[in-house]
């Protein structure tokens, strides 16, 4: 198993451009999310998704764009890139979102080291 | 709400000994799962080891073990044998309640081995 994918490793975009960050994974995984990281901050959830069709904001959600048409793949869009969105960029999936189970265990991709300028 | 606090920013082992990370939670749920990784200076995040609030034995994968004090809302990493490899930051972590299903995450410790 591949376990969670992310493409690409490192990407520079000027402001106001667009991209998308593609995230996959090969462990038939339900629940997949988007993090983001900065220094003092932490890690936060932009998005998240339960399953094939089924996405949901996060804690920092604006500025970006999910869908989730397969179990395997979940992108994160950028629709018009701000200096705000530097960042690295996480992508992971779990078995379930249920928290009381080792179901629950978070697989994180490599990450995605973007900077806006 | 549910947080999750280390209190060592930074830590230093000597190569081949032990060291522990401290890691307290605070929940109202009866169930919930607490987990730790680790970032080394590549950046990719490492699942290590996970603790079930029902389990009664303390988590154990390889030299990586658990000290859950469930009373104390308390779980400590062990790192057994410390290696060079193992300098990194450490990341405990619960599964947030709630429909996101989110890790909150504490702060982070930073681990230096010493040869």
């Known amino acids: 198993n591949a376990g969670v994918t992310q493409t690409p490793k490192f990407q520079v975009l000027k402001t106001g451009q667009s991209m998308t960050l593609q995230c996959a994974q090969d462990?038939?995984?339900?629940?997949m999310s988007w993090y983001r990281q900065d220094p003092g901050m932490g890690l936060r959830l932009i998005h998240y998704s339960v399953g094939a069709g089924i996405t949901d904001q996060g804690e920092v959600p604006n500025g970006y764009n999910v869908s989730r048409s397969t179990t395997e793949d979940f992108p994160l869009r950028l629709l018009s890139a701000a200096p705000s969105q530097t960042s690295v960029y996480f992508c992971a999936s779990s078995y379930s979102a249920f928290q009381g189970s080792s179901e629950g265990t978070q697989y994180f991709g490599p990450g995605t080291r973007l900077t806006v300028l | 709400a549910q947080k999750i606090t280390q209190t060592q920013p930074g830590m230093f082992v000597q190569e081949k000994e032990a060291v522990t990370l401290d890691c307290t939670y605070d929940?109202?749920?009866?169930?919930?799962?607490l987990f730790w990784y680790k970032q080394p200076s590549s950046g990719e995040m490492i699942f290590l080891i996970y603790?079930?609030?029902?389990?009664?034995q303390n988590a154990t994968e390889g030299r990586y073990s658990l000290n859950f004090q469930k009373a104390r809302k308390s779980t400590n990493l062990v790192i057994s044998a410390s290696q060079l490899g193992d300098s990194a930051m450490y990341f405990c972590a619960m599964r947030g309640g709630g429909n996101t299903g989110k890790l909150i995450f504490g702060q982070g410790t930073t681990l230096q081995v010493k040869p």
């Open positions: 603790q079930g609030s029902y389990d009664e």
């Open positions: 462990m038939n995984h339900e629940y």
């Open positions: 929940t109202s749920d009866q169930s919930y799962g």
